[in-house]
């Protein structure tokens, strides 16, 4: 590095603005500040553990809304002092996130102690309905006070877009400004360069001592009760007038039934362990609090902070990853992005007839076109995706109907892989963005540098990413399935022709005999880059790749240079760009893992999905909510200590919450079939932190299931508790 780039490297500055596409600034950890999220539809909130938000110090926090942070301070004092944490929690079923506070030691002027500090507790609760969180502040006295004590909330709202808190700049803003509606209520308002109104009201109850655009102050005077409520509910709007929100307690009752709801009639999961519960309830949580009714279906949001939206891989792959036990997440995914699907050429979105969504925003940043989400079609892998998933959702649950409804998207998005995903016709799909404005890497692993040769060069587009072709490959064979149930028996054939044509065509040119691995991608050029990555265990998981190759790569996945002891990571050690600290170049992703083991059960190296899902399982157990986050770095397992974090990991996300889901079938060898009305178990193991596993309300084709299954050393027996209907089990050896 030349000392005008060290200077640059060393003053903050980028040194190649261009080169990283929207990445998110690091300029301070997530993991500095514990934070808690909430979220309930296209509303989310990030707090502080005290439960307050301090957007306007750089940071993540505050109310969001559509992509805008419509609140982004909210700090709670009393007597003057921020209050003593006891405890900070999020609900198991992250229904609300209830915080417990003290006062401080306060003192008078002349440094007198007044009040003794955890003479008051104060209590805590938000949670989101709609457009509206909710907060309950409960004070309880439980010592005498020399007089009225007073309890501040300073606020404040910037409007900030969402790719502004990621740390893009504006050169404009619109205008905002604050109002004092009443003796209860303050309102800020912002009009955007894009027109559109938002509108922020904060509504007391009782109303305040005093009240400002900054800030509201009760002095509180304990009665013989010693205890004190405060409500507070925080509206956000958008070019409409805020209605009066619901009553605190039934807005809460109401978040919660529509909770059960959604989770009636899905499929439940148990085990001997506890730990292993907690990790499993809340990854059913998070999926709940992901899932979002949009006007397209129900559909899985792909994570918290950054990615709280529709986004096309991460919902299929959410989808695959719990197809057994909640088919009805694919059936709004497949719905939604067939709603969705480009119908024109738009070169500033990356739009072509056929392709399907990567990412939908609603800011204001992305309504100007600053940035190109608002309907962003920049992913290669997305459409061969949305193919594969209905192949998979027809043979779980038989649904020709949805099938038969989506039919023309699907036979679209098989025209967009053969006419524009294969501009050159040599039977690979590959990308290259139409614009600078595009991503410059448009696989999962899309940093700027993630596509590489084995010297470090970049690798020059067009690209042929390894696991979009296996993806292809696998849609071409579910699409096959399809028109034979739709009675196109033609069709079906052609189709089976042109994925054994792909697969022998990727055997030739992507596999590299010298590492054990199938090539990260081939280059503008036909040439392999040489590197040692985890998309090869893709072509696992679709089943491209030759049973002895198969064998070979399973056993590399799973060497010290790939696995870290927690899981894979992205690129094995001692690869050109290995950073176990990186995005992409090392670390290690819970959905890439579920990916990968199902791939390994499916060429039957159930050892090795026993070892994956074990590290992945004890590293969401050493997390302190049990959560398997986006991702975390690959550093290798040191003993008495969990995986290290990765500092702007969104969590929840989506894709990492379903991954359990996967884990367990990828162990069990759990296959639904709807036309043979049976669920079968092919060769089923289980970790070695799990002796027994139950699965409950399993559902196949219209029967319900109970299944338990119990280890003893490598051995599993399996029974069936409950069958309701007629559906067989089959045990496979």
Partial sequence: MNETALATAWSGARSDPDAEDYHIEATKSLVERTLRTLKQGDLFGVFDKQGDCRGGEGGPDGLFFQDTRFLSQLQLTLGGADPLLLSSVV???????????ANADLYDGQDRLVLQRDSIHVGRLKFLHGQTCYERIRLTRFNPLPGPIPLELTFASDFADLFEVRGEERPRRGTLRAERVDERTVRFLYLGLDEVKRTTSIHFDPAPDSLSTRGARWDLAFGDSGRINLAMKIVCAIDEAPSEPPHLVSAYWSKRRGSRKRRAGRGAVSSSNELFNAVVDRAVSDLDMLLTDTEYGLYPYAGVPWYSTIFGRDGIIT?????????????????????????????????????????MRGGEMARLGEVPFRRYYGSIDATPLFVLLAGMYLDRSGDLVTIRAIWPQIRAALRWIDEWGDRDGDGFVEYQ???????????????????????GRDA????????????VYAAKMGAARIARALGDGPLGVALEGQAEALRQRFEDLFWLDEIDCYALALDG?????????SNAGHALFAGIAAPERADRLAAALTSPRFFSGWGVRTIAAGEARYNPMSYHNGSVWPHDNALIALGL???????????????????AIYDELHRLPELFCGFTRRRKRGPTAYPVACSPQAWSAAAPFALIAAAAGLEIDHDENCLRLTNPALPQLIEKLTLNGIGVAGSRLDLWLSRVGDDVSTAVVRRVGDAAVRIVK
């Avoid at 609900?91 to 209830?98: C, E, K, M, Y």
């Avoid at 997440?329 to 392709?355: F, M, N, S």
């Avoid at 696989?443 to 590489?452: H, L, M, P």
Wanted: with cysteine; hydrophobic share 45%.
């Fill in 460 to 471: 020059e587009g067009p690209i042929a990413l390894c696991e979009v072709q296996a993806y």
């Fill in 319 to 359: 989808a695959i990853e719990t197809l057994w036990i909640a088919p009805d997440i694919a059936k709004g995914v497949l719905t939604t992005l067939a709603a969705t699907q480009a119908t024109d050429v738009e070169e500033a979105a990356d739009a072509e007839p056929g392709k399907i969504l990567h990412e």
């Fill in 91 to 101: 609900l198991d079923d992250n229904g609300a996130f209830v915080v417990d506070l």
């Fill in 525 to 533: 050029k036909k040439q392999p880059c040489r590197v040692r990555s």
């Fill in 433 to 455: 963005r139409m614009r600078a404005s595009g991503l410059a890497n448009q696989g999962w692993k899309d940093s700027f540098d993630s596509i590489f040769h084995a010297d």
């Fill in 601 to 619: 059960a499916r060429y039957g190296r159930k050892g090795e999905v026993v070892k994956l899902a074990h590290g992945m399982i004890e590293a």
